[in-house]
């Protein structure tokens, strides 16, 4: 099942001047839709011809808002996707999905008793955004964005004739992109979420 799981990763290093020394470790986990990126097969024989350049994605495309509004148990979560245990390792408290890729996964069988539903804004009196929030040690809803500034998105396809004059197509390439996403989930401290107050 793991080849239909994107995870997203994200350390965010703590402030000194706060008394933060520790990092922070976050972790998304969605759902992969088949044409979002390409077969890894491809991927496989790509060649960066000048490793260290860097690039420029061709295409940006739009940024995605996610309410994650579920979080997952570590010490199942193997079965959701075997790349978790290594990815979100130091994230353990902190892995994140959405009610409706649950409902994906839990019709092609995967074990429920990972999940469990965070309060949504609804159930609890008060519950506002974290940088709105004026007490440290009140939940509330924290938001964290990240871009992806270069990923293989889709394969190019050229074309060519032969001497009949049939055309046919073949992979001649890449297309790459650039995408950026706002992740939105409960915490139960604003403690857990203090970059949040300076954007």
Not at 7 to 22: D, H, K, M, P, W
Request: glycine share 6%.
């Amino acid at each position: 099942l793991h080849q239909e799981v994107k995870i997203f990763r994200a350390l965010i290093l703590g402030e000194l001047e706060r008394g933060q020394s520790q990092f922070q470790a976050l972790c998304f986990v969605t759902r992969l839709h088949r044409n979002e990126i390409i077969p890894s097969e491809s991927m496989a024989k790509l060649r960066q011809k000048n490793p260290r350049t860097v690039r420029q994605a061709e295409e940006v495309r739009g940024l995605e808002h996610l309410s994650m509004d579920v979080a997952v148990n570590f010490s199942k979560a193997a079965q959701l996707s075997s790349h978790i245990h290594n990815v979100c390792a130091e994230a353990r408290e902190a892995i994140y999905t959405r009610e409706e890729d649950v409902k994906f996964w839990l019709e092609k069988g995967v074990d429920g008793s990972m999940f469990e539903v965070l309060p949504q804004g609804s159930e609890v009196p008060g519950l506002q955004r974290c940088r709105l929030c004026p007490e440290r040690w009140k939940p509330c809803i924290c938001s964290y964005s990240l871009s992806i500034e270069w990923y293989p998105c889709m394969l190019k396809y050229c074309r060519s004739r032969d001497a009949a004059g049939k055309v046919s197509s073949y992979k001649c390439g890449i297309r790459s992109c650039q995408k950026g996403y706002t992740f939105d989930y409960y915490v139960p401290q604003k403690q857990l979420c203090l970059w949040d107050e300076e954007t």
